[in-house]
């Protein structure tokens, strides 16, 4: 619910790059397609602020946990109110760190056609917006669901601003690592909602998004290195060898195998659970695995293939927190 990264930390904006650009190539902002004037090209600008498919990763991981928590259908009038209050929250410190990142998201293929990169906001509108969009969300959090959610979300977008955005992300190679706690936060805003508590149960979940992000997001590092070399963002992948990044992807992607599998004792989970986390947690490994044995063979580069591994983690990551929804459905 409220940025990962993720973060969370990382933005999934343009994973695709364009064609003819050279890595690291700096951009010059483009015009909008539509006039200027346009109401519609307007209300694109801002929802691309928010990052819509950051939004669908976190939100992915809220709406199974309200499941748990009920242990069958959660009311649908929370699961709604937490959903929208969710997207808005993300949404708010993903336009807010828009506005912290303007300078580096020009430089970089996968973030130039971001609205303040092609000067389709001002950055002080951005701004507004974003902390508009935070108070919103945090006081529809409290009026309508509870306290403890609100806190949990309004955490998650200081934490996303002052401490990942403003922090550590071009201060350390460790910044995906700590930053990624405020994309662990919608789990324990999900489990929340519905029980106005904390428990066992979401912590362990906390520590499998917690887990899962370095791996995701440093094997989508990899691929644009020369992106952050350019913008001075010193991502893993930036300043170690890709032998240490693989090597170190594969270490949190057994931990988070591990921790997936704590959770079918934790919560009691039923076969259907344990049965999915087996299985997504061998191919898991088994495309870590590859990526080291291919490293170690000498292949370098684009030929290692590392988004095949970040999209699989995205996979991964979907299909285990699904068969969270289901599994008590079913038990």
Request: charged share 15%; aromatic share 10%; glycine share 8%.
């Amino acid at each position: 619910m409220t940025v990962l990264s993720n973060k969370r930390g990382v933005e999934l904006d343009e994973p695709v790059p364009l064609d003819g650009q050279a890595p690291g190539a700096l951009a010059v902002p483009e015009p909008a397609a539509e006039a200027r004037g346009s109401i519609g090209a307007s209300v694109r600008a801002y929802v691309a602020l928010t990052k819509p498919r950051v939004i669908e990763l976190l939100l992915i991981t809220t709406i199974p946990v309200m499941f748990l928590a009920q242990r069958g259908l959660p009311p649908l009038s929370t699961v709604l109110l937490t959903f929208s209050f969710g997207a808005m929250s993300a949404g708010a410190a993903n336009a807010i760190n828009c506005y912290i990142d303007r300078d580096i998201d020009v430089k970089m293929r996968r973030t130039r056609r971001r609205p303040l990169a092609r000067a389709q906001v001002t950055p002080a509108r951005a701004l507004v917006f974003g902390i508009t969009l935070a108070l919103v969300s945090t006081a529809g959090f409290f009026f309508t669901v509870n306290p403890l959610s609100a806190a949990g979300s309004l955490f998650a977008i200081l934490f996303y601003v002052f401490v990942y955005s403003l922090l550590l992300k071009r201060r350390t190679s460790q910044n995906v690592v700590w930053g990624g706690i405020a994309g662990c936060m919608p789990v324990l805003i999900g489990w929340t909602a519905i029980t106005n508590g904390l428990a066992w149960t979401p912590f362990v979940l906390f520590g499998v998004v917690f887990l899962w992000t370095p791996p995701h997001t440093w094997t989508l590092a990899m691929r644009y290195r020369e992106d952050y070399a350019v913008a001075k963002v010193p991502m893993l992948p930036v300043v170690a060898t890709e032998r240490r990044v693989i090597t170190e992807s594969l270490v949190y992607t057994y931990a988070t195998v591990a921790c997936s599998l704590v959770l079918w004792p934790v919560a009691g989970m039923g076969p259907v659970y344990g049965a999915v986390a087996v299985v997504l947690g061998l191919v898991f490994l088994g495309e870590g695995h590859r990526l080291l044995k291919a490293v170690r063979a000498g292949v370098t580069g684009v030929h290692l293939r590392p988004m095949r591994f970040f999209h699989l983690s995205n996979v991964y990551l979907a299909l285990l927190f699904t068969a969270v929804a289901v599994d008590p459905l079913l038990h």
